[in-house]
């Protein structure tokens, strides 16, 4: 793609242009004054700033000094004080499509916006430059009262629709939570009814515990939730004796802690009672259905 070269500089005192094949070498400074923006080439400036500390310009008469120049481009200086002005008008004036009633009403709204940039940005010096800029800097001191309520009725809607997504966070967490729980009962409760039932197939055991038969028959989930929605679980934990304390049903994962829960049942069982092997299974199935709390 051709890009097309950089228009030439050219000197608002001598009318030396950055073209010239004799100012090839030549450095030129901007005036940075909006509607002003004329170059000056570095020899003229010396002659100008050695007469005064500042001078006004050949073409528009703005007065002019060492800080009011610098070496950057015209389109440079005229796109940064478009930013600067913009940011400035669209601070204040930031009204949105819906406080409109009709579509001409924004547009209208939005030309007269870049009405105010232009003039700021072209017509700074001019009258009527100069009451825009009283004008923006009154209502970005005070703001106006109705910029004020949009700002207020804005956080308010953003705080209630945080607090909903909160809130079906929670409901969500909640959710998850209740199905956890009932997956983790699920499982002990099947657990718990192959120990019962191995115990059974080797004559340690009469029959199995009735509430294990009940949630067999029915389904051990639906066995759970309807404890769930009974309310017989409080805080929804499943305790059991433990060496004289009540302490949380323990979650078996592997075969080896199945092997070292059996010890310990059969440990606690046989010091309450030795001799009786039908008060040994009620002292096994007070152990395994544990206590509700």
């Given at each position: 793609m051709d890009v097309s070269p950089p228009p030439p500089r050219v000197c608002a005192k001598c009318e030396t242009s950055s073209n010239d094949p004799h100012a090839q070498n030549l450095l030129f400074k901007t005036s940075k004054v909006p509607s002003c923006y004329h170059v000056f080439c570095l020899p003229c400036l010396k002659t100008l700033f050695s007469k005064s500390s500042s001078f006004p310009c050949p073409i528009c008469s703005i007065s002019?000094?060492?800080?009011?120049?610098?070496?950057?481009?015209?389109?440079?200086?005229?796109?940064?004080?478009?930013?600067?002005?913009?940011?400035?008008?669209?601070?204040?004036?930031?009204?949105?499509?819906?406080?409109?009633?009709?579509?001409?009403?924004?547009?209208?709204?939005?030309?007269?916006?870049?009405?105010?940039?232009?003039?700021?940005?072209?017509?700074?010096?001019?009258?009527?430059?100069?009451?825009?800029?009283?004008?923006?800097?009154?209502?970005?001191?005070?703001?106006?009262?109705?910029?004020?309520?949009?700002?207020?009725?804005?956080?308010?809607?953003?705080?209630?629709?945080?607090?909903?997504?909160?809130?079906?966070?929670?409901?969500?967490?909640?959710?998850?939570?209740?199905?956890?729980?009932?997956l983790q009962r699920t499982l002990n409760l099947r657990t718990l009814y192959k120990s019962e039932k191995n115990l059974v197939s080797l004559g340690e055991r009469s029959e199995i515990s009735l509430y294990l038969q009940e949630a067999k028959r029915i389904g051990f989930e639906k066995y759970v939730e309807k404890?769930?929605?009974?309310?017989?679980?409080?805080?929804?934990?499943?305790?059991?004796?433990?060496?004289?304390?009540?302490?949380?049903?323990?979650?078996?994962?592997?075969?080896?802690?199945?092997?070292?829960?059996?010890?310990?049942?059969?440990?606690i069982c046989g010091q309450v009672v030795k001799k009786s092997k039908r008060d040994r299974e009620i002292c096994f199935d007070e152990f395994m259905k544990g206590v509700w709390i």
């Open positions: 002019l000094n060492p800080s009011k120049l610098t070496s950057s481009s015209v389109s440079t200086l005229y796109c940064s004080t478009d930013a600067n002005w913009r940011s400035k008008v669209l601070s204040v004036y930031n009204k949105t499509r819906d406080e409109f009633d009709d579509l001409k009403g924004y547009n209208d709204y939005l030309e007269e916006i870049e009405d105010i940039i232009y003039t700021l940005v072209n017509e700074y010096y001019t009258p009527t430059g100069l009451s825009l800029r009283k004008k923006l800097s009154s209502l970005s001191q005070t703001l106006d009262s109705s910029v004020i309520e949009r700002q207020i009725s804005k956080e308010e809607e953003e705080r209630v629709k945080k607090e909903e997504v909160e809130e079906e966070k929670i409901k969500e967490w909640r959710k998850r939570n209740v199905r956890e729980q009932v404890e769930m929605e009974e309310g017989e679980k409080e805080e929804g934990i499943h305790v059991w004796y433990q060496g004289g304390k009540i302490g949380p049903l323990p979650t078996l994962r592997s075969r080896s802690e199945l092997k070292n829960w059996e010890i310990k049942r059969q440990r």
